[in-house]
């Protein structure tokens, strides 16, 4: 274990070299930069390469077809590249390519407020490419948890042969703090299924009897087949509307039916609470100070944060709307996970949200107030 | 000890972050717990610049100042925009160049950096190691020895022998 002062963003870098990325593509961009800078200086020395593209589009499609040849790849990018990202994001899930995209969020809509701090992608993450699909997206609050977690994004990626969004926060990915670089017995690292049969015997989207995820054979390796955008067969060549139900319905169900292993979450002081936040990446942090000071004063509060954002916890926020009379989402945006956690929650009790818009992280002093506005004592 | 919050205000490329970073660094050899954060605008050189740094034996969530409880101005412009959020009893190092502002429930300590940094040392860019000294001097926040550690593993190779020099200067100027 070493520890370090480390920036959120080089810890990015140094979790995705761990977890064994070899190859970042990506065009720089505020308040992501030191991603793809720091990239260009590590991967040569793990014999890895490095390109910057020509722009946004092109990084992800380098990205893509790098790990096409059997390598993990990376790009990261912030709102306005995350935007042209997206065509090439919908060619990886339907094409089920593993890679990792990672976006710092910033100001938007377009170039918005390049260096202030805002959460406002989550339903881009979620639903930024067109057509019918489900998404993994994470959503760290630390330095230790932005390395821990980029680890575990290329994890689900190879696992379940998926682009996984790394989603963080302008504040988190510039801050620096101290972090333990954990040792290796305490990290673990999948890699992609490589097909067992011969090349004369392979079909690239050919599911065996009882799993989800196709076998996948690098480029270049005698193992020959098709990669489309469109709707395919087994083979991987296109296939007419009577293959789209089946392979859709298994692109969603990879994920969806396995919520429970991707699903990671903090529950901080739930036990007893009557009143729940709800909060992810940096302001996270702030409701956990305003939850220390409330519960000096006797409030029964607590905080449930998830850290994989997309699929949603929806068991946890089921059951946490049974337990709790208030849930307050707290965010930096104007209420978009606050429509997911009313959706999940708000049969069964009061779902309010709390944001703002204008590049300044939400203080505990306001989460507070707000919370004490709205308590019935 | 309890949270302390600093800030260092200033013009973007005066190398207030990398001072910032240096003083968190220093905090983590003392066994302590820091958090960094900057915030600029859009342009590489000139605007307000300023680096914060949190340092505390506890965790620290909230990773900004809100009370700050020491801060340093290498500019008129910053001292002006950042002098309100400095607590009541709290320090205020300023460079001489800049006016005192008028505040008497404050710690006021006005000193030569910027002159020192160009006259003394003949490098205007050291001027935020200077300041670094000056602020350990006067609040002792953490070890001499840490803070120097610190300096050489964050300054550029070739420039350790002047910047352990600036330091100095920072502890005199503070004496």
């Not at chain 1, 942090?285 to 006797?298: D, H, M, P, Q």
């Amino acid at each position: 274990m070493t520890i370090k002062l480390m920036q959120g963003n080089e810890a990015c870098v140094e979790g995705a070299l761990r977890a064994g990325m070899r190859f970042y593509a990506g065009y720089p961009i505020t308040p992501s930069t030191e991603i793809a800078e720091i990239a260009s200086v590590e991967l040569p020395k793990y014999g890895g390469k490095f390109i910057q593209m020509e722009d946004e589009i092109s990084g992800m499609a380098a990205a893509i077809g790098a790990s096409l040849t059997g390598i993990k790849s990376m790009t990261a990018t912030s709102g306005p590249g995350f935007s042209l990202k997206q065509e090439n994001l919908g060619f990886a899930i339907i094409g089920e390519i593993p890679c990792v995209v990672v976006n710092v969020q910033r100001g938007g809509p377009s170039t918005g407020l390049p260096t202030a701090p805002s959460q406002g992608d989550i339903m881009q993450a979620r639903w930024g490419t067109h057509g019918d699909h489900s998404i993994i997206a994470l959503y760290p609050n630390s330095v230790r948890e932005i390395y821990d977690t980029t680890i575990r994004a290329f994890n689900l990626a190879e696992k379940y042969r998926t682009p996984v969004i790394l989603l963080l926060d302008e504040i988190i990915g510039h801050m620096r703090e101290k972090i333990e670089i954990p040792d290796d017995s305490e990290i673990e690292i999948i890699n992609r299924k490589k097909p067992t049969c011969s090349p004369k015997e392979y079909k690239a989207y050919k599911v065996k009897d009882g799993d989800m995820v196709p076998e996948m054979a690098p480029f270049g390796s005698g193992y020959r087949f098709h990669v489309t955008g469109l709707v395919h067969g087994e083979t991987g060549f296109p296939a007419g509307s009577d293959k789209s139900e089946s392979l859709l319905n298994r692109l969603i169900r990879k994920i969806e039916d396995n919520v429970d292993d991707i699903c990671t979450y903090d529950e901080y002081m739930l036990e007893d609470a009557d009143t729940a936040i709800v909060s992810f990446g940096c302001t996270s942090r702030s409701a956990i100070a305003a939850i220390k000071n409330l519960r000096k004063e006797g409030y029964k509060i607590g905080m449930f944060r998830p850290i994989t954002i997309w699929p949603s916890p929806e068991k946890k926020l089921i059951e946490l709307s049974k337990k709790v009379n208030r849930i307050v989402v707290v965010e930096m945006n104007a209420g978009q996970y606050f429509l997911e956690v009313d959706r999940i929650a708000g049969k069964n009790t009061q779902v309010e949200k709390y944001g703002r818009l204008n590049g300044e992280i939400i203080t505990p002093d306001e989460i507070i107030s707000v919370i004490k506005e709205g308590h019935n004592a | 000890m309890k949270r302390k919050e600093f800030r260092l205000s200033g013009s973007g490329g005066q190398g207030l972050i990398t001072a910032g970073i240096i003083l968190a660094e220093a905090a983590l050899f003392d066994g302590l717990n820091a958090v960094q954060s900057q915030s600029y605008g859009p342009e590489a050189r000139g605007g307000a610049s300023k680096a914060e740094v949190i340092i505390s034996e506890e965790e620290i969530d909230f990773p900004k100042v809100t009370d700050c409880d020491v801060l340093l101005s290498l500019t008129k412009l910053s001292c002006d925009k950042y002098i309100s959020g400095l607590r009541a009893g709290g320090i205020l190092i300023i460079d001489e160049s800049i006016e005192k502002p008028e505040r008497d429930d404050i710690i006021t300590y006005s000193l030569p950096i910027l002159k020192t940094a160009v006259t003394t040392l003949n490098k205007p860019m050291v001027a935020n190691i200077i300041a670094l000294g000056i602020i350990n001097q006067i609040t002792k926040i953490v070890s001499k020895e840490s803070l120097e550690k610190a300096v050489l593993s964050r300054v550029p190779k070739g420039t350790e022998e002047l910047n352990i020099k600036a330091l100095k200067e920072g502890f005199i100027l503070a004496r």
